[in-house]
């Protein structure tokens, strides 16, 4: 039985959701994974916070507020399809009993329900008596919510969960079925033309996607016009002259302004990040592009996309408090906390997510046919990869490279914490010291930690560095389009 939708122009048939009820153990692997997600990123929350305040007594209730809200922003890309986060894992999706998937509100509506149950109104109790929330409640109240639903269940009501007895839904095997489309039976002209309410709703949409994009230019040039006007304040003042910029280090208090000594700092990070970045993120995109399993790919992907999404000042806390004691103090016995090389490390594990995506997509933008002409001529797997894949999606691959490049050179937060050499640096080159980049140098100046009173130019001149980054930046993506228009392979 399918459900049709007519219009003046278009006939819509939508395929029936089918879905088999998930089997017990999978729901809860689902429930293990979700309360396991939620631990980790709270205490991520709670690292960040001993590294702001110092040691921790206990995870205190509000990281397990701010653990929720940011685990609420990252699975809430999934519930358009009718999914959670660990429903992605786990190859399940939410069904209406009435017929069809759930839709974004439903989702929502679900998954505040089930934190509420399994940890909110925990939270809230023990806020109320004085206490301290920890793993131990977080298990004794996921533990009764799942003997409750055992008990559902076994006085027939269903496989459900409370929050799916809110919804009206349960959770089933597989993703959202597709729609199917099939066009109106045409008697004349007029029946190929939009209804005019439509026509006009789409001219507004057009219109508001123009101004949109125009809006996003309009910003851009007033990002540029600021930066390069207060970069020629600089270059024009009386104190300036082209001598500042070939002293002996950076020290904007003092009027010094060796670009050299940022250059080198931004090139020995870059190198290390793209050292790192490039083998393992091209070798990530070809084990899900060419060896990994359906089932690996769905749980692979988000892992990757999580990394992604992790703050680059953790990386940076990272870098200092396990980087460098655990990996580079038993190989450097002289290596300081700070030192170039940690930052280029943190950045480099920073940039791998990118890398790895790019280079996936290209990948799988090259036709199986190509692949199975390969096999077909006796090639293994590997040898296709390398000598078939690779070179087709070499012009995605180069941008990837170009866009990890692009990443590392902008990367603030790591390299002014890891790094060190925030108040200023002489030249230096070796990356086993401190040192400073372009961009640590320019947050040093715009959070004050310079004392750049001391000067008149030092706070103009975080303006023509960003002029310089902008002007580099720029640079690479010219060649970046260079090369995927020489390199690019169309089928």
Do not use: C
């Not at 729609?179 to 006009?200: I, K």
């Amino acid at each position: 039985m399918t459900t049709t939708i007519t219009a003046e122009d278009l006939t819509i048939e939508l395929a029936p959701a089918t879905g088999r009820p998930l089997q017990r153990w999978r729901r809860g692997v689902t429930l293990l994974l979700e309360g396991v997600l939620y631990i980790v990123i709270t205490l991520l929350v709670a690292i960040v916070e001993y590294f702001v305040s110092g040691p921790i007594t206990d995870f205190g209730l509000s990281n397990w507020w701010i653990g929720a809200i940011i685990y609420g922003g990252l699975e809430g890309h999934s519930w358009p399809g009718a999914q959670s986060f660990a429903m992605r894992l786990t190859g399940s999706s939410v069904m209406l009993d009435r017929g069809g998937h759930a839709g974004t509100l439903q989702m929502a509506l679900r998954q505040t329900l089930r934190f509420l149950l399994l940890y909110g109104f925990a939270i809230w109790g023990i806020e109320l008596v004085g206490g301290s929330f920890n793993v131990a409640w977080i298990a004794f109240v996921a533990v009764g919510v799942g003997v409750v639903t055992v008990v559902m269940e076994r006085l027939g009501l269903g496989a459900k969960a409370p929050w799916d007895f809110a919804i009206g839904g349960s959770v089933v095997e597989g993703a959202m079925s597709g729609a199917a489309f099939e066009l109106a039976p045409v008697r004349s002209t007029n029946d190929l033309q939009l209804a005019p309410a439509r026509a006009a709703q789409n001219r507004r949409a057009q219109n508001l996607m123009l101004i949109a994009g125009l809006s996003s230019v309009v910003v851009s040039v007033l990002i540029v016009y600021n930066i390069f006007t207060e970069a020629a304040v600089f270059v024009a003042d009386a104190e300036f002259s082209w001598g500042l910029l070939f002293d002996e280090g950076w020290f904007p208090r003092r009027g010094q302004f060796d670009l050299s000594t940022l250059f080198v700092g931004t090139l020995w990070v870059t190198l290390i990040a793209m050292v790192v970045a490039a083998p393992v993120g091209i070798g990530v995109a070809f084990y899900l592009s060419e060896y990994a399993t359906e089932r690996t790919q769905r749980f692979a992907k988000p892992l990757i996309e999580t990394l992604a999404s992790i703050p680059s000042v953790v990386l940076g806390l990272f870098a200092i408090s396990f980087i460098f004691p655990n990996i580079l103090r038993p190989i450097f016995s002289d290596i300081g906390i700070f030192s170039l090389l940690a930052a280029g490390l943190g950045v480099g594990i920073l940039t791998i997510p990118i890398v790895a995506s790019i280079s996936e997509d290209a990948m799988r933008a090259v036709p199986q046919e190509l692949r199975e002409a390969s096999y077909g001529l006796g090639a293994r797997k590997a040898t296709t990869a390398l000598r078939v894949v690779f070179p087709a999606a070499i012009s995605g691959i180069s941008a990837a490279l170009i866009v990890g490049i692009s990443r590392a050179i902008g990367e603030t937060m790591v390299v002014f914490i890891a790094a060190g050499g925030t108040g200023g640096q002489l030249f230096e080159t070796d990356p086993t010291e401190a040192g400073q980049t372009v961009t640590a140098a320019m947050a040093s100046v715009a959070a004050g930690t310079d004392s750049v009173a001391g000067s008149g130019l030092a706070f103009q001149s975080l303006y023509f560095l960003g002029a310089l980054l902008v002007l580099f930046t720029l640079l690479l993506n010219v060649a970046s389009d260079s090369i995927v228009r020489r390199f690019r392979q169309v089928y």
